[in-house]
């Protein structure tokens, strides 16, 4: 369950990873710029577009234009973090 304070956007890493699959629409393991835009809606997070860009852009190792494989999904993580508004809290 996505938690709200102070606008952001506060979840465990383990809700983050089945948000991540959710993202995945088409199921292909990679996480495509279009998908990433259509994710980031249902947060609430706004200028999706340029932000899904930016975040592919950032986390794409391999320039295969989407997110693929641990390393890459550490990136876009830690670009969440950053730059969406999103908190990791660890469970209690």
């Known amino acids: 369950m996505v938690?709200?304070?102070h606008n952001k956007r506060q979840m465990t890493m383990e809700e983050f990873q089945r948000w991540?699959?959710?993202?995945d629409a088409n199921g292909d393991g990679?996480?495509?710029r279009k998908e990433l835009e259509d994710a980031l809606r249902t947060l609430?997070?706004?200028s999706v577009?340029?932000?899904?860009?930016?975040?592919v852009q950032k986390a794409d190792l391999n320039?295969?234009?989407?997110v693929d494989g641990d390393q890459e999904i550490k990136k876009l993580t830690a670009h969440a973090e950053k730059h969406w508004g999103?908190?990791?809290?660890?469970?209690n």
Do not use: C, D, E, P
């Not at 577009?49 to 975040?55: N, S, T």
């Not at 320039?63 to 989407?66: E, F, I, K, L």
């Not at 999103?86 to 469970?91: A, E, K």
């Open 44 to 46: 609430g997070v706004h």
């Open 3 to 5: 938690h709200f304070m």
């Open 30 to 32: 990679q996480i495509s």
């Open 86 to 91: 999103i908190v990791l809290v660890t469970n």
């Open 63 to 66: 320039h295969n234009r989407a």
């Open 20 to 23: 991540l699959k959710v993202v």
């Open 49 to 55: 577009h340029l932000r899904a860009w930016f975040a």
